[in-house]
């Protein structure tokens, strides 16, 4: 690894053993619940010397995302801990105000009562440190054995980010988005857009008005993603969807494409984002590109070409749903860690199983 990258988006993680910690999304309970099994103090430390890694979006849909930000940040500040960016922060860092960040956003805060509430709400007074403390993580981390990413690890995008200097993530995204607009402008796409816009006049947040495939909108997804390296690795890695789908709060054009069945080096990847399920059979918790991505991988099993990649995200952020519709929250959606080298996973109710298939090329079609 070259001498630099300790200064880049992708950054060295310690040796010895980890914790690494799944998409928490706000829910503070469960991550106390989970970090009390681990073994760890409130300031993440361990009595055996393990390490926590947290795979991003830590904040966002569930009920106390400042009260998860105030436990993890001091850990990520002393060193003590580690962690990488989702897309959820990278949309803080942006200001760009998404579904479910009404915690954070007041143009946001009406919109998502109704569907997210009650949720606690982020002081102005401390967004400030806040941000400027996230924009100091890393896009991914790595050793000679192992790698964490929130969405994607893409040879090409890893080296991009690779290239840009810590704590200038917001710039540089900006950067990449802002060559995604001049392309769009070249091929006149959001002008297509305002043109389908006319025919279909309903908001694409309005999960009862399913919209038609809608190309220019696919297109200028799909354009934004391509171009952006530090998108790829946050979101993933998509193509063109036919049959539009509500997944996030809107309706989608693009789905995600399993990457891990094309990923062919040695070293075990571990992600966050793709609201996998520990249910066999259970319903998708975030749209039905669940089934292209998991239908076919048992809900313990490592994935991919070389059976070393592995999502740790099972649906804790889909708990506001279940307090809706009166289900117990923690049945089917579970904040959990993978315990490393162990290859162990623990959940935020104490249950611990280990992980299946390590090194197995099974279900490497899955997805594809």
């Known amino acids: 690894m070259p001498n630099s990258q300790a200064l880049s988006l992708v950054q060295r993680l310690p040796e010895g053993p980890l914790d690494i910690v799944g998409d928490i999304h706000g829910e503070i309970a469960a991550l106390e619940q989970l970090l009390a099994h681990l073994g760890y103090d409130a300031q993440g430390h361990h009595p055996e010397g393990r390490r926590l890694v947290f795979v991003g979006d830590f904040c966002d849909r569930g009920p106390?995302?400042?009260?998860?930000?105030?436990?993890?940040?001091?850990?990520?500040?002393?060193?003590?801990?580690?962690?990488?960016?989702?897309?959820?922060?990278?949309?803080?860092?942006?200001?760009?105000?998404?579904?479910?960040?009404?915690?954070?956003?007041?143009?946001?805060?009406?919109?998502?009562?109704?569907?997210?509430?009650?949720?606690?709400?982020?002081s102005k007074d401390d967004a400030a440190a806040m941000l400027t403390q996230l924009g100091r993580l890393p896009i991914a981390l790595e050793r000679d054995d192992l790698?964490?990413?929130?969405?994607?690890?893409?040879?090409?995008?890893?080296?991009?980010?690779?290239?840009?200097?810590?704590?200038?993530?917001?710039?540089?995204?900006?950067?990449?988005?802002?060559?995604?607009?001049?392309?769009?402008?070249?091929?006149?796409?959001?002008?297509?857009?305002?043109?389908?816009?006319?025919?279909?006049?309903?908001?694409?947040?309005?999960?009862q008005q399913r919209p038609p495939f809608l190309r220019a909108h696919s297109e200028r997804e799909l354009g934004k993603a391509m171009v952006n390296p530090l998108k790829v690795l946050t979101t993933g890695v998509e193509c063109e969807c036919r049959t539009p789908f509500y997944a996030g709060g809107k309706w989608r054009f693009v789905q995600r494409v399993a990457w891990w069945n094309e990923y062919a080096e040695a070293p075990a990847v571990i992600v966050g984002h793709y609201w996998r399920r520990l249910l066999a059979g259970d319903a998708a918790a975030h749209g039905p590109q669940a089934e292209n991505l998991f239908g076919h991988t048992g809900p313990l099993a490592w994935h991919g070409l070389r059976g070393n990649v592995f999502c740790v995200d099972y649906s804790v952020g889909a708990r506001w749903a279940a307090r809706r519709n009166g289900e117990e929250p923690g049945r089917r959606f579970k904040l959990a860690a993978m315990r490393w080298p162990e290859r162990q996973l623990v959940f935020d109710d104490g249950v611990q199983v280990a992980t299946e298939g390590f090194g197995v090329a099974a279900n490497a079609h899955a997805g594809a």
């Open 64 to 122: 106390d995302s400042p009260a998860v930000l105030r436990l993890i940040m001091p850990m990520l500040a002393s060193g003590q801990a580690l962690g990488v960016l989702g897309n959820h922060e990278i949309n803080l860092l942006r200001e760009d105000a998404k579904d479910g960040s009404g915690w954070f956003f007041d143009s946001r805060r009406a919109s998502d009562e109704p569907k997210y509430g009650p949720f606690a709400r982020l």
């Open 147 to 207: 790698r964490v990413v929130h969405a994607a690890w893409r040879a090409p995008q890893i080296a991009m980010a690779s290239m840009a200097p810590a704590g200038d993530v917001r710039s540089t995204y900006d950067r990449y988005e802002d060559q995604a607009a001049e392309q769009a402008r070249t091929s006149r796409v959001l002008q297509r857009m305002a043109e389908e816009r006319e025919h279909w006049p309903h908001s694409l947040e309005d999960a």
